[in-house]
Each structure stands twice: as C-alpha cells, then as structure tokens.
C-alpha cells in the first residue's frame, strides 16, 4: 500500500484514474474506502486522477493519541505530504464532514496548492464543544457502543459499513475530537478568498444553516442543499452529489484557460433528485 511521510506520522493513499488530479478526503470516522463504497470512485475515475487520503487516525494511516498531533495544520499538511510523493503540484479537493473543514484548512494554511474546494457537510465555523464532549464519552465506552447510538440515529447501517466503523481506534478518535480547531480568523480569510468553491450539505443536516450563512461570505463560491438529507445520506449520495461536482469542475476548468469574470455571490439549490440546476436559479 502507497505511504506518505508527513514527519513521523505514514498517511496512507490511494490513486484511481487518469485526468486532472482530485483529492477526495473522508469524514470522521470514515475511511478512503467510503468513497468506493458510496460510488464515487466508479463515477469519477473516468475524468479525473482520484487521489484518495486516510485522514491520520482513519483507515491504514498512523493513529497517534496526541491530541495537538491532530491540529488542522498538520491534517492539512497529511495532504501537501501525498501530493508531493506524487509530483502534483496543484489539484482540486473534494472533503466531506471532517474533510471539509481540512478544506477550510486549505484556505487557512495552503491555498495556494489547490485550483478549487468541493466542501460537503461543513460549515466554516466552532462547532459547539458539546458535540465533541458527548462524542468522546460514547467513545470511551468503546466503539461498539458508538455504532449502536449512530444506528439508533440514523438506522441500521450496512454491515459492510458497520465493519469499517467497528474497526476504528477509539483512543485516536478522542485524541482528534481532543485537538485544537485551528479555524481562528477564518472569517476574514473567507471573504478575501479566490478560489472557486463549491459547498453541498443536507437539508437535515445539523450543518446546513452554518453552511448556508457562510457561502454568503465568500465571493466565488456556490451553494448546493438536497432537501430532505442528514448529513449521513448526504455522504452517501453520490448520484446527487457527483452531477453537482462534475459540473462545477467542468466550468472551473473552463475558466481556468479563458480570462472570465466570476460572479461575486452565486448560490443555488437542488430541485428534488434533478441534475444540476443553473447558477442562480433562486434568484439568490
């Protein structure tokens, strides 16, 4: 398996396809694997080089207990580290929940290794420290008591995905609900940001009403919400997502070999289980 040195700490990855180079992060508790789960490997191989990252703590990368060993410089770090073993200069980034807020990391830390942000299921802003807290006392009583209350939440999951959640360590997974945010001042980065972004999240999302107030100050960014989704069907749905990202990429790269002039505020919403819709059909 492809390794990644970022100082002491291996980040394992995965390469699929050919194309312009896409780096695909996976949330809290996931792992690479989700994405081939959930279809959007199959989907986007065709197009693109998917560059496929165990956050640090997930999947086959190191799991360190340190809780500062987690702070989001580093976690953004972990991404520059594999873009370098590969040679890849730039590359467009797709993260999802805890990978979303590696890519507000990237503008915090690193923008100028990335050509767009693709951001689902985050918003740029301190989550109540609540959340965490109850997190962590579920994981102190072992993963087999976390997946129960996520089943509880959100259904039954499928075994395939119970067995990837079985298999986390819990001790890492409170060393990172333990680190430093690291988004202070991220508000004012935001607002001076250039990069084309792209932000999705569920209409039943706890993250939904945080993600749609802080499109609103970035000037070259898009909004996409699926009416109806939690933040775990959202992640899952790659045959509402991936339209939304193939169009958005299609049209950055557009732009990115003609001089054009983006639109400062440009927001729109999915219209039930259709395509994408046009820039602005809300007139928002």
């Not at 770090?77 to 730039?90: G, K």
């Not at 933040?231 to 790269?253: D, G, K, Y």
């Amino acid at each position: 398996m492809p390794y990644a040195k970022n100082h002491s700490i291996s980040i394992h990855y995965q390469v699929e396809g050919e194309g312009p180079p896409l780096v695909l992060q996976h949330g809290f508790t996931s792992s690479l694997q989700n994405w081939y789960n959930y279809g959007y490997v199959a989907a986007l191989r065709q197009s693109y080089q998917l560059i496929l990252i165990d956050a640090r703590g997930h999947g086959q990368s190191d799991k360190p207990y340190d809780p500062q060993a987690y702070a989001l410089q580093h976690r953004v770090e972990d991404v520059l580290a594999v873009l370098d073993a590969l040679q890849v200069d730039n590359a467009h980034y797709l993260g999802y929940s805890m990978g979303g807020r590696i890519g507000f990391g990237i503008v915090k830390y690193h923008p100028e290794r990335f050509l767009s942000l693709i951001i689902g299921g985050m918003h740029p802003y301190e989550s109540p420290s609540e959340s965490a807290k109850a997190r962590i006392a579920l994981l102190q009583r072992g993963m087999v008591t976390y997946v129960a209350d996520a089943e509880t939440q959100n259904g039954p999951m499928a075994p395939d995905r119970k067995a990837r959640l079985l298999a986390n360590d819990p001790e890492a997974l409170i060393a990172s609900l333990q680190a430093p945010r690291g988004l202070t001042g991220i508000e004012q980065l935001l607002l001076d940001m250039t990069l084309p972004c792209l932000l999705y999240v569920g209409e039943a999302d706890s993250f939904y009403p945080g993600a749609k107030e802080g499109v609103r100050s970035m000037p070259n960014a898009r909004f996409v919400s699926f009416p109806g989704l939690n933040h775990s069907q959202t992640s899952q749905a790659s045959h509402l997502v991936v339209p939304h990202v193939t169009q958005f990429l299609h049209e950055v790269m557009q732009d990115e070999s003609r001089p054009s002039v983006n639109p400062p505020y440009n927001v729109y919403r999915t219209q039930g289980q259709s395509g994408p819709t046009q820039p602005g059909a809300n007139g928002r």
